[in-house]
């Protein structure tokens, strides 16, 4: 077995002694009380830091991973969110204290615009989490997800090895909730015009669904339990798990995209009736299935629904692809993308996606909001299958507020897209708080309306479009105008600091440590993957694409100065016990762009680390 570029408990030297940084961020601290936290605070405690950021659906995955574990070692273990922004709007305060709210988030927040302490962690990715052992040490660093149950092995070791030396302090941790704000709606999410004239809201962060009488206020019925799990049943006693995106089907009932529990669900507006239609409630990894019987096959965080082409198109943003569902069948597969991170057009298997959240079918084309990419692209047919076009965004690092030509046009983070009556396509251009307008007869791109906050999708009723206000916790009905709102262009690009390295060739080492007690299982071939990219395509001269290894060669282009570096990585470990004939295995992936600079004395090496520490 090729052991280069990994690695493993039993290579290594004894732990590096590396005192862990302050915390330090500009926008203070949330859910603490208002009190100011410092690292000898929580001396004593084991420390868990997850750098995130609210537009990154890895980072939420994390989120969710990290509740078990939380709750389980609350009197010893204190996680500490850093909100660390990519895209402007996520450096706005109040955008942080709307989020940490919005994903329940139960644990101290530090609000960090300027990547301060990012930068002294030495960060190359969302998520990343970092390990502080209850004396100062830093002892862990994994990116990507998949690492809880390496977390709880660490947690269980630490809290041996403190409580032995006398170091480990256990009791209540720092964390104050919130004072609840009460409001009919609470972050909503998509919203759905019925039949009957009503709307039908995903009522995101309340975990359920809300009916709403036709003037968008009065509240007709809650749909849910109001708890999150995943219960079918009455509406009573129905439960969900942060749903986004409904659609109705053929037969008159309405598809629930039901976000968090990795489901698909099915509301009948006649019976008030919940069932599931797709979907296990676990995460769909790499390497699982990407088609078969609905009810058996995992998913990753459908954000939103549309009926197309004789089915139900699903955006799976947790893993960059579309899906769908074949309601005869009662089968699913993956229809588009290949689950790298990008913006790629072409054939539908080969395309490139980035979170894709909001969709709108037309007869002929399937639009998509997708949001990483802050791009608007669609599905058309193509011979005898499918093709994906980008009509406005260039890629995952360029974004803003810009009218005019598409090619041209800048959009941040929109999550919806709503097809409008003359052809054209309106934009929830969610973190520009603006309704934008694509007209794919002239090409351009205009803005229809300002001053929303976080609209996230929107819905025709009467000639009027319906926006869901989803951090103003409201539908806002506005007349669709028949000019364009003049605004001062702006454009922007991710603020993370380029990596400076040498010309020549470069090294890429993705540091991978298995958990304790568990190994790379080769067996079955390869459990490790690396696949590299960059942008422009010609920074590389050689090195890109797939392979098995952790470490490659990089060959950059004489000439080019600066670029992104694209690199994937999965690893699957599994518990090293030869009397287990089914070992229970992990899997470990992670998505790193690394902007970078090419200068002589650049560094001529660029470890990345999946799990563990950089020897």
């Known amino acids: 077995m090729t052991r280069v570029g990994l690695l493993f408990h039993g290579d290594m030297a004894p732990r590096a002694r590396v005192r862990a940084p302050e915390l330090i961020g500009r926008g203070g601290w949330l859910n603490t009380g208002d009190n100011d936290l410092t690292l000898t605070d929580l001396r004593g405690r084991i420390v868990i830091l997850d750098f995130w950021t609210f537009c990154c659906v890895n980072c939420l995955h994390v989120l969710d991973e990290l509740r078990e574990l939380e709750e389980k070692h609350r009197d010893t273990v204190v996680i500490v969110g850093v909100h660390s922004p990519k895209f402007v709007h996520e450096a706005e305060h109040q955008a942080v204290v709307d989020a940490v709210e919005r994903y329940e988030v139960h644990h101290p927040v530090l609000d960090d615009p300027e990547l301060t302490t990012w930068k002294q962690y030495a960060v190359r990715a969302w998520p990343t989490l970092v390990v502080i052992d209850p004396e100062g040490y830093v002892v862990a660093q994994h990116a990507g997800e998949g690492h809880a149950h390496a977390l709880e092995t660490l947690v269980g070791q630490l809290e041996a090895e403190h409580a032995a030396k006398g170091t480990l302090r256990r009791g209540d941790g720092p964390y104050v909730p919130p004072e609840p704000v009460p409001t009919e709606l609470r972050f909503p999410g998509k919203a759905l015009l019925l039949p009957g004239g009503t709307f039908l809201v995903s009522d995101t962060t309340r ?11 009065s509240v007709v019925r809650r749909i849910g339990a109001g708890e999150r799990g995943l219960d079918d049943g009455t509406g009573e006693r129905a ?9 109705l089907l053929p037969d008159g009932t309405v598809a629930v995209a039901d976000t968090v529990n990795h489901a698909l669900r099915r509301f009948d507006p006649a019976t008030g009736e919940v069932t599931t239609l797709a979907g296990t409630g676990r995460q769909w990894w790499q390497g699982s299935p990407t088609e078969g019987p609905a009810r058996e096959v995992d998913l990753s ?14 955006a799976m943003a947790g893993v960059h692809q579309l899906w769908t569902y074949d309601p005869q069948a009662q089968a699913v597969r993956a229809a588009a993308g290949t689950t790298n991170e990008g913006l790629v057009d072409g054939p539908a298997e080969e395309a490139w996606f980035a979170q894709p959240s909001g969709l709108a079918a037309t007869e002929d084309r ?51 897209v709503t097809a409008l009556p003359d052809g054209s396509v309106a934009i929830s251009d969610t973190y520009n708080h603006a309704l934008r307008r694509f007209d794919p007869a002239t090409g351009e791109v205009s803005t229809l309306a300002t001053d929303l906050r976080e609209p996230s999708g929107a819905v025709l009723a009467d000639g009027d479009i ?63 993957r690396l696949l590299v990219s960059s942008t422009p395509p010609e920074l590389l001269a050689g090195g890109e694409g797939a392979g098995t290894d952790l470490n490659r060669e990089l060959v950059l282009t ?20 030869p009397a287990n004939e089914y070992p229970a295995c992990h899997v470990h992936q992670q998505d790193w762009g690394v902007p970078v600079r090419i200068t002589e004395g650049g560094a001529t090496r660029l470890p990345l680390v999946l799990a563990g520490m950089d020897g």
């Open 207 to 217: 975990h359920q669904l809300v009916e709403l009488a036709a003037d968008g206020e």
């Open 301 to 314: 965080s459908p954000w939103d629904v549309a009926w197309f082409a004789g089915r139900l198109w699903i």
């Open 558 to 577: 004489e000439g080019v100065t600066e670029g992104v570096l694209h690199v994937s990585a999965m690893a699957a470990s599994c518990d090293d016990d």
């Open 239 to 247: 439960r969900f798990s942060e749903p986004q995106g409904l659609a």
């Open 366 to 416: 399937l639009w998509i909001a997708d949001s990483e990419t802050s791009a608007v692209r669609y599905v058309e047919r193509d011979g005898d299958g499918f093709a994906v076009r980008t009509a406005v965004g260039t890629g995952l690092f360029d974004f803003g507020h810009r009218d005019g030509a598409a090619e041209q046009a800048l959009l941040q983070h929109p999550l919806g």
């Open 466 to 528: 319906v926006v869901v206000e989803s951090a103003r916790h409201r539908l806002t009905r506005l007349r669709l105008p028949e000019e364009a709102v003049r605004v001062d262009a702006v454009a922007h690009r991710t603020q993370r600091a380029a990596t400076d390295i040498a010309p020549g060739t470069l090294r890429l080492d993705v540091v991978f440590q298995a958990p304790e007690g568990q190994k790379l299982d080769t067996r079955y071939g390869p459990s490790t």
